[in-house]
């Protein structure tokens, strides 16, 4: 049974490109958590998604940020016109149940922006 | 808002040695994590624990919980070099639909020989 992927696992980009993260749940999850995580700090909730729904957004920046979780395919955490101040390891986690249930972490995104 | 410290921030012990870490919470939870955090890596889940009393060990690391005092700590007993990390607790924050986790800061965990 596959973990949490997530790629890429790396990502460089230059000031003002955008990013693109992608999630793919555990199997049978169907709620995705995203957090970043700054050098040197812990983990930092950003977005939590359900199929197709955006459950809560509370963490994520007012601006150039957005997620997503289709129906089908990976959920995806877009970057646009990114800064230097972007540069982080952002986690997605997974889990099976909303309320109740243990998030599994993926290995991460390790973002630096130039 | 549901705010998560940790103490101490970095800790440098000697292999053999005994050490806490603490994990204080601000409101109310029942449901407490710890994790590990080997550099570059993902987060390893160490422990989560469920209720006021909820004691667990695995190897040389145990971790408590007593959510009267909102406090977790995870204890570490003759240290050896392969526990070098850092280490992290996480509350979770019910609210509405959500369970997000708060994080504590971590602490970096550095075993000498």
């Known amino acids: 049974n596959a973990g949490v992927m997530q790629n890429p696992r790396h990502l460089v980009r230059r000031r003002g490109q955008e990013a693109r993260l992608r999630c793919s749940p555990m199997?049978?999850?169907?709620?995705v958590y995203w957090y970043r995580q700054l050098p040197e700090e812990g983990l930092k909730f950003m977005v939590y998604?359900?199929?197709?729904?955006?459950?809560?957004e509370s963490g994520m920046p007012k601006e150039r940020f957005s997620a997503e979780f289709p129906k089908e395919g990976p959920s995806i955490l877009r970057i646009q016109q990114v800064v230097r101040g972007d540069s982080a390891a952002y986690f997605c986690?997974?889990?099976?149940?909303?309320?109740?249930?243990?998030?599994?972490f993926g290995p991460g995104t390790r973002l630096t922006v130039l | 808002e549901l705010k998560v410290e940790q103490n101490p921030l970095f800790l440098s012990m000697q292999e053999g040695k005994n050490y806490t870490i603490y994990c204080n919470y601000s409101?109310?939870?029942?449901?407490l994590y710890w994790y590990r955090q080997d550099p570059g890596k993902s987060l390893e889940s160490l422990f989560v624990?469920?209720?006021?009393?909820a004691v667990k060990q695995e190897g040389r690391l145990m971790a408590s919980l007593d959510t009267k005092a909102r406090l977790s700590t995870l204890h570490i007993t003759a240290a050896v070099h392969d526990l070098s990390a850092t280490y992290f607790c996480?509350?979770?924050?019910?609210?509405?639909?959500?369970?997000?986790?708060?994080f504590g800061t971590g602490t970096l965990l550095a075993v000498q020989p």
């Open positions: 986690a997974s889990s099976s149940l909303a309320g109740e249930g243990e998030q599994f």
């Open positions: 199997k049978g999850h169907s709620h």
């Open positions: 998604l359900q199929k197709e729904n955006i459950i809560d």
């Open positions: 409101t109310t939870s029942d449901r």
């Open positions: 624990l469920l209720s006021n009393g």
């Open positions: 996480a509350v979770a924050n019910y609210g509405g639909a959500t369970n997000k986790l708060i």
